[in-house]
Structures are given as C-alpha cells and as structure tokens.
T-cell receptor, first 115, second 114 residues
Framework: GDSVTQTEGQVTVSESKSLIINCTYS????????LFWYVRYPGEGLQLLLK?????QKGSSRGFEATYNKEATSFHLQKASVQESDSAVYYC????????????FGQGTILKVYL | AQTIHQWPVAEIKAVGSPLSLGCTIK??????LYWYWQATGGTLQQLFY??????VESVVQLNLSASRPKDDQFILSTEKLLLSHSGFYLC?????????????FGSGTRLTVL
C-alpha cells in the first residue's frame, strides 16, 4: 500500500536558522500521487500548509517551500529562516489519484524553535 | 464562513462502555465527511468517509461504526470500547471529488479508555 515516512520525530532549531523536514513516500497506485504538508499549531486544528499535485513542481506558503521530486520520491519541507511562531507539528501526506480523498499521513515531526 | 465543530473535546471512558463522538459542519452544502484516528505515537489513519447522507464507507476495521444522519452531521460510535480505541479522533470535510482536494479538520476529540 501507499506510505509516507518522516524520519525525524522532533527537530529543534534556533530562530532565524534554516530548516529541512524530510519526507519520502511510496505510492503503489498508477500515476503520481498528490502531496501535502499539513500543520497543527499549538491549540489549533490540523490545517493545510501547502500542496503540490504535479510532479516536479514546487509549493510554497508562509515562507515554507516543498518540491515534488518524483525521482527521489521526496517532498521535503524547507524554510530559510524560521520563527518561534513556526513551532508546531508538521505532517507530510499523500493521496493517490485512484483512491479518492484518502490521505495517507506520515508520523509527523514536532518542530521547536527557540530564541 | 465554514465551521466544523467536534464534540466532546475529551472523553475518559471505561473498557466495555459505549461511545458516541460527533461532528457538525456549517456553511457548506453536501460536503464529503471523514473520520481520522491517531493512536498515541501513531500516524493519522482514515477510518470512514461519506459523500452523502446515509452512506458511509469503512476504510479501517477497528470495531467502530459511523453514521451520517444529516447532511451536516457525522457520528462515530461503538457499543463496547476497547483499550485500543484510545487516541485522538479528527473529523474532516472536503468539497470536491478529486484526490487533490484539501481536507479541513476539526479540533479533535481526545479519547482515553481505561
């Protein structure tokens, strides 16, 4: 079946430093999957951060970027300069074009940004 | 504006007791509705989805059931809770039928089964 792997359970970064949260996926369905990053800020519900539905394209939102790399089957989340307000739990997810709107999530990565 | 409300916020229940969790979506007509579950330390898994009133599809078997009695309401329930039911339950909605649709999530219900 389809799967998403986030290798880091927690990442701690100093404010203004750069960030990469790793995400790789495996999709057994025919065609390329749609890829998403969802985020849950403290005290808030899970919400979409960005999505990319075309292989090779880049998505961006709130200073974060992620590029759909179909060769490496990766969708890493990056930010050049993090802020304390970016502290949250980040989930990588995919949906296969053949399975409707079933989102398959990674384990999530807790991001802690300190001053 | 669309709103999604889940209730209760948290529950502590005994093994073998019944459970009912609810979700209401306001401001959207005929949304697709979903239940997701996350065990402590686990990943979010889709449990059920519904594209119309009275129709619910099961995705993962966990001795739970779901119903959609009204267009804007989605209920998750069981007659006998197991310890393994503990975790975080999320309701979500979307509008379109494609796999690229964004899902909009509620704030969730934290369930502890003792």
């Amino acid at each position: 079946g389809d799967s998403v792997t986030q290798t880091e359970g927690q990442v701690t970064v100093s404010e203004s430093k750069s960030l990469i949260i790793n995400c790789t996926y495996s999709a057994t369905s025919i065609g390329y999957p749609n890829l998403f990053w969802y985020v849950r800020y403290p005290g808030e519900g899970l919400q979409l951060l960005l999505k990319v539905i075309t292989a090779g394209q880049k998505g961006s939102s709130r200073g974060f970027e992620a590029t759909y790399n179909k060769e490496a089957t990766s969708f890493h989340l990056q930010k050049a300069s993090v802020q304390e307000s970016d502290s949250a739990v980040y989930y990588c997810a995919l949906s296969a074009t053949s399975s409707g709107q079933k989102l398959v999530f990674g384990q999530g990565t807790i991001l802690k940004v300190y001053l | 504006a669309q709103t999604i409300h889940q209730w209760p916020v948290a529950e502590i229940k005994a093994v073998g007791s019944p459970l009912s969790l609810g979700c209401t979506i306001k401001g959207k007509s005929s949304p697709n509705l979903y239940w997701y579950w996350q065990a402590t330390g686990g990943t979010l898994q889709q449990l059920f989805y519904s594209i119309t009133v009275g129709q619910v599809e099961s995705v993962v078997q966990l001795n739970l059931s779901a119903s959609r009695p009204k267009d804007d309401q989605f209920i998750l329930s069981t007659e006998k809770l197991l310890l393994s039911h503990s975790g975080f339950y999320l309701c979500a909605w979307s509008l379109g039928r494609t796999s690229a649709e964004t899902l909009y999530f509620g704030s969730g219900t934290r369930l502890t089964v003792l």
